[in-house]
């Protein structure tokens, strides 16, 4: 009788590991092709981009809004003070790349608070208020820059 | 990039001096990993502590952090009489160890090749991480962190390390990843060692270090992954004092949990599981006196930190409130259980039903579930492990229990809840190792 229970754990233990072995070598074959495949596939497509710019690799993340943050930056003192509209939507990546220029969101009221110059961000129909001062209109498609010097705004 | 290879090496050193002082065996690829993310950690907290009293950031700021840090180091280790111990531990790997190792390898690089070529772009990483860094670096004062950046109330191990980063260029400043990678790969693998032979040793590295979403984060500016490394290596530690009742692990656990805790904000959350546990461990040794020497360090990272938040920048966080009114429920069993199956069908439907789980963790959810099933037997022998391992999943419920009140849970579900998840994943895959190693030990001393 004890014999028969020893052999009996004994087939226990024995189909448990195989159990074992194929679970772990199934599971870690999938793992192992699913993860090397998302690795192969990252390093090839940095290896294509090894020779493209900086500017250009984020102009493919950040579309427009690159070239746009990049206008002001280039045509902005770094201790400007910056006004955008109320909601801009790209506001939690304007410090980053605008660093250390001190940036607000608002409208008139936000506008008279601050100390000038102040630099008003010209984007759709903001600002909707008389603006004093000359103006710079960044065109994305033909990549000039327009300048009024005179020029206010309604 | 002679600076720059300094910088690494100064940081090394600072963290092998430190690790040093604990008397434990650890073997060479333990301490090489540990000396970066504790040598990195205690050197931004170096940095950060002058700025309490208005010091200014700089070069002269980080070469004063780095000899104080070294003296009181050598100071404590001239007070105990310690030797200096350079003897490095190599036994031979087996063919199919270094294969596998090979592959670690390659994956390391190719994570490192990234940092270099990709530029820091990721919605976090410019909204958070970098642009404090960015300010710190460009402003020279680790007190405008507040003002720039999202989550004021973020702590700056992070932060503080990509301005130190910042004087070699954005390339470096992304490496500071990749060196997390491989360092949380080489405390997963000299513990694994300790535990089990090197083919599963090396082979339980390789699925870790192949895991998509751990990938993905050693090439993005997060800090995730950092706080995967610390958490981790903190539980580790700890379930090896729970096993050896050696106070020096304990003293390592606690110094990295409190780093964690320096890293991110949930890190407080996160020491829950450790602190229960330890608890119970103590409860039946009787040694009443080990939590409160866990506590030690964390104090002394947190209450600087909490000094500098209330106090300096003034800033608080808007989750105290929400997991203060959960905790509330939970002690009275006013539970909301609208909330609780709410948010249960959400992770059904989000993780389940969609099978994004595999995309992002590959294999290793369903291998643990069926090895643990498999061995369930074992399970008193691992009580200590699985016991922090569960307690974790409780937290991550917890978590999410509390910003449901919030009425943020979507949100936090659709992005949040794999990066949380990330602090902790490794220990699954570590167990599973443990559980098959035994096995696979018995079945060839047969």
């Given at each position: 009788m004890k014999k028969n229970e020893c052999t009996l754990a004994l087939i226990a233990q024995r189909v448990r590991y195989i159990l074992m072995v194929i679970i772990f070598v199934g599971a870690s074959m999938l793992h192992l092709h699913l993860g090397v495949r998302v690795v192969l596939d990252r390093s090839i497509q940095n290896l294509m981009d090894l020779h493209i710019s900086y500017d250009e690799k984020m102009r493919r993340k950040y579309e427009w809004y690159y070239d746009f943050v990049s206008f002001i930056r280039k045509n902005t003192p770094d201790d400007a003070t910056i006004l955008f509209p109320h909601q801009f939507v790209w506001s939690y990546s304007n410090e980053y790349f605008l660093l250390p220029r001190r940036l607000h969101y608002g409208n008139r009221e936000t506008l008279r608070k601050l100390k000038p110059p102040v630099y008003v961000v010209i984007y759709k129909e903001f600002p909707t208020f008389k603006v004093e001062g000359p103006r710079m209109i960044y065109d994305s498609l033909s990549g000039l820059i327009h300048y009024q010097p005179k020029s206010t705004g309604e | 990039m002679i600076l720059f290879i300094l910088l690494l090496c100064g940081i090394l050193f600072l963290g092998s001096s430190f690790t040093s002082l604990f008397k434990c065996k650890l073997s060479w690829w333990e301490r090489f990993g540990l000396a970066y993310g504790l040598g990195l950690g205690t050197l931004t907290f170096g940095v950060f502590l002058p700025s309490l009293v208005g010091a200014p950031f700089g070069k002269h700021t980080l070469v004063f952090a780095l000899v104080v840090w070294l003296a009181v180091i050598w100071y404590v280790k001239r007070k105990r009489r310690d030797e200096l111990n350079l003897r490095i531990h190599w036994d031979r790997p087996s063919l199919p160890a270094i294969i596998l190792a090979g592959g670690i390898l390659l994956v390391s690089l190719a994570s490192l090749f990234e940092s270099v070529v990709q530029p820091i772009w990721s919605l976090d990483a410019v909204a958070i991480w970098a642009v404090k860094g960015k300010a710190i670096f460009s402003l020279g004062t680790v007190r405008v962190a507040g003002d720039y950046g999202y989550h004021s109330y973020y702590p700056l191990n992070i932060p503080i390390a990509i301005a130190l980063f910042y004087y070699f260029g954005e390339p470096f400043v992304k490496s500071i990843f990749p060196f997390y990678f491989m360092a949380i790969l080489m405390v997963f693998y000299g513990c694994l060692r300790r535990h089990g032979c090197h083919n599963t040793a090396s082979a339980g590295t390789l699925i870790l270090a192949l895991t998509p979403f751990v990938f993905e984060h050693s090439t993005i500016v997060y800090a995730n992954l950092p706080m995967a490394f610390y958490y981790t290596s903190s539980v580790i530690y700890l379930y090896a004092f729970c096993k050896e009742n050696n106070r020096a692990f304990l003293m390592l656990s606690s110094v990295l949990v409190a780093m964690a805790c320096w890293t991110r904000a949930d890190g407080l959350i996160w020491l829950f599981p450790n602190l229960t546990v330890l608890t119970i461990c103590a409860l039946r040794r009787k040694q009443w006196l080990d939590p409160i020497l866990y506590a030690g360090p964390i104090l002394v990272f947190f209450v600087p930190w909490s000094v500098f938040t209330h106090y300096i920048i003034k800033a608080e966080s808007p989750y105290v409130n929400a997991a203060l009114e959960s905790l509330k429920q939970l002690f009275t069993l006013n539970i909301n259980t609208a909330h609780l199956w709410y948010i249960l069908c959400l992770f059904y439907r989000r993780y389940v039903a969609l099978g994004s789980l595999a995309l992002c963790w590959g294999y290793v959810w369903p291998l643990f579930f069926s090895v643990l099933l498999l061995y369930c037997t074992r399970i008193p022998k691992y009580s200590y492990l699985l016991a922090l391992i569960g307690l974790d999943i409780l937290v991550l419920f917890f978590i999410y229990y509390s910003a449901s009140l919030g009425g943020r849970v979507e949100w936090w579900v659709g992005g949040s809840f794999y990066r949380i998840t990330?602090?902790?994943?490794p220990l699954l895959l570590f167990q599973t190792i443990l559980l098959i190693s035994d096995d696979i030990r018995r079945w060839r001393s047969k």
């Open positions: - | 990330l602090h902790f994943f």
